[in-house]
């Protein structure tokens, strides 16, 4: 069972700005080019998220992960506030990762800034692959916090696109 | 007159430990790989550094600098704390690039995270040469800190290593 990671950060470390701004990604939207996020998607048995992730997701016009199961994480939130099929889940990540290998899962997709911290802080991620969008954004809400344990990385691959996002792929050594 | 900075970060962003601990390149030290450093120096007129960053490198057993003209910014240090022909300069980003016109200076390279930033906060940066070691360093002296004017960028290269650094280079829009 692997945990993943796959995000987009500014240059300067930002996955959205202080208000979970996220129109800058706009910069490197091109017509037919996902950058490899349904290839990644297509290999997730279940996406986890946060709370506020999840409140983002459900601000957006369209559910964005249809098709794919959702565990939010969250010891606030109730069944009843679940939409689109998306399951609750009040635990810490190694009671995730013990429940999904219980449940057979193979992979699971580690999403929002908080919650990839709290498994990169129980050194439970296996994998990341981080898209770097041509920009300083100055502030916002950080991937990696102040406070994380040290972790060697191996470059899997990293390639440029014409858009000037950089896309690099690490697997914790 | 163009300013750029070219410099190494851990995938966390960190330029160095909690007390300047470097040790963590070594991991992409390789006999005969210099990633562009020798190349990039050549067309340097003036390398422009912060007094913690030359405090670091005095320590170091060799001079690191040979051949290359160096401001150290500082308010505090006295002309005769200077070594190895290194000048001694009090004053504000604007100023240092005013100063730098006045003697035909083409490029500067601006070091070290602290001078970075006020650089970076003037807008006063033309290019940034970002070499990522494969590490997350979890604690350390950040490159970009959270209260940095937007800059866009465009990228202009960027390559992985065999050692897992990833180098792009981008330049201000």
Redesign the interface.
Known sequence: MRCSVYIATS???FVAGPNDELDWLA?VERPGEDYGYKAFIDTVDVLVMGRRSYEVVLGFPEWRYEGTRVWVLSSSLKGSDMRHGAELFAGSPTEVVAELRVQGVERAYIDGAAVIRSF?EAKLVDD?T?S?I??????GIR??G??????????E????FPS???Q?R?RVA
């Open positions: 240059v300067d470390g910069s990169l990341l981080i770097v041509p920009v300083i954004l100055g502030r991937l990696f102040d406070a994380l344990p040290h972790h060697d990385l191996v470059l691959e990293s390639r440029p000037g996002l950089v690099s690490y």
